[in-house]
């Protein structure tokens, strides 16, 4: 009784173990085969946890008795299941789940009501009669199987790209994810046009004895898989903490004044940054309170035409006509007492005396801010 115990013990701290270094499965693994059964992902590169702020909600079964669960897989895939009401999830278990065919491992990433609101936001039908189900909390062969799939990865990867070569495709092999049966493997690509990949299919089924499943993804997610550094010096967004991509636009640039060179605005995966669409927001809201550009400005002295805004400041800069190096800063409570004044006749001598800060010649002047300050 006692070595069946013991054993028993040992086979739980062995699950516990793998459960804590599998539950980071996400972009980035473990190099040295000696660390782990096999090469596993960390715990500290997985941007697909969960935090559950409803997790001391008690969670209702349907109508069937069922519950639903939200498990994550590898390169941001997460599918919603069904398991009995009598069966008790955690986040970060290790579990079986249903596939097409057999069976695949996943990690649990969410519980409780918190679920139904994500298959509602992500437009999931919330019927759970559905959905695929929980088998079972996965077992010691289950969990050594699922890391000899693991092991053959990167390998595949780098055999399928040869096989990809040979037969004149043009398009790349991004990843590989096995399926914890090791019967099935989705293989993500990335190309510029359609690919007839059907012989293929044919070579990868011959070479690897497994089902082939070919998903394209975008340069924003090839981008997401493979990491880096932005030109900000932290670690890309996507690889980190992105789960979803929007649509970036170059007027988010234009509202943001920024200049519309291709090269600075234009992201590790050619494409447009995402962080554009970041304050874009708070730059719209602002710009509601500054006056339209085009408003000339007249005094005594001549009239003054709109030359940048420093939207966060609350200040424009205005040049005269015929003197376009001389740069005054004036505050947009400033502008629009000036404009009022244009619209009853009345000019005043200079914008000088309105002006926070003028530029000449590379030059940069600073005036008295104490009583324009009331005017922002």
């Avoid at 596939?99 to 437009?123: C, F, N, W, Y």
Wanted: proline share 3%.
């Amino acid at each position: 009784m006692n070595y069946l115990k013991k054993e028993m013990e040992g086979r739980n701290e062995e699950l516990k173990e793998n459960s804590y270094i599998a539950a980071g499965r996400g972009c980035c693994k473990v190099r040295d085969a000696s660390a782990s059964p096999a090469a596993i992902s960390q715990v500290k590169c997985c941007k697909l946890k969960t935090h559950n702020w409803m997790s001391d909600m008690p969670e209702m079964a349907s109508g069937n008795g069922l519950k639903v669960t939200e498990v994550r897989f590898k390169n941001g895939r997460k599918e919603f299941f069904q398991y009995p009401a009598e069966m008790n999830l955690a986040d970060g278990e290790i579990v079986a789940v249903e596939a097409a065919p057999g069976h695949d491992i996943g990690i649990v990433s969410l519980t409780g009501e918190l679920v139904r609101i994500q298959m509602r936001r992500k437009k999931v039908d919330t019927k759970a009669s559905e959905l695929k189900r929980v088998f079972r909390h996965a077992r010691p062969s289950d969990v050594e199987k699922w890391f000899e799939a693991l092991e053959l990865e990167d390998t595949t990867m780098y055999r399928t790209r040869v096989i990809a070569m040979n037969l004149g495709l043009d398009m790349k092999i991004n990843d590989v994810e096995y399926q914890g049966d090791k019967t099935k493997a989705i293989f993500y690509y990335t190309a510029n046009e359609r690919v007839d990949f059907r012989e293929l299919i044919k070579k990868l089924a011959e070479a690897f004895r497994i089902r082939i499943e070919m998903k394209q993804i975008g340069v924003r997610q090839e981008a997401a898989k493979l990491g880096g550094i932005g030109s900000c010096g932290r670690e890309l967004c996507c690889s980190s903490w992105m789960s979803s991509f929007h649509s970036v636009s170059t007027n988010s640039a234009r509202v943001q004044q920024l200049s519309l060179n291709p090269q600075k605005l234009a992201g590790q995966c050619g494409k447009l940054k995402c962080c554009l669409n970041y304050e874009v927001d708070d730059y719209i809201d602002t710009l509601k309170q500054f006056p339209p550009t085009n408003t000339r400005l007249k005094t005594k002295k001549g009239e003054a035409f709109h030359q940048k805004n420093e939207v966060f400041k609350k200040v424009m800069w205005y040049a005269y006509a015929n003197d376009s190096s001389n740069m005054m800063a004036i505050p947009i409570g400033k502008v629009k007492e000036i404009v009022r004044m244009n619209r009853k006749g009345k000019f005043p001598v200079d914008l000088e005396s309105f002006a926070l800060q003028s530029e000449q010649s590379g030059n940069v002047e600073h005036h008295d801010e104490s009583e324009l300050l009331n005017f922002i």
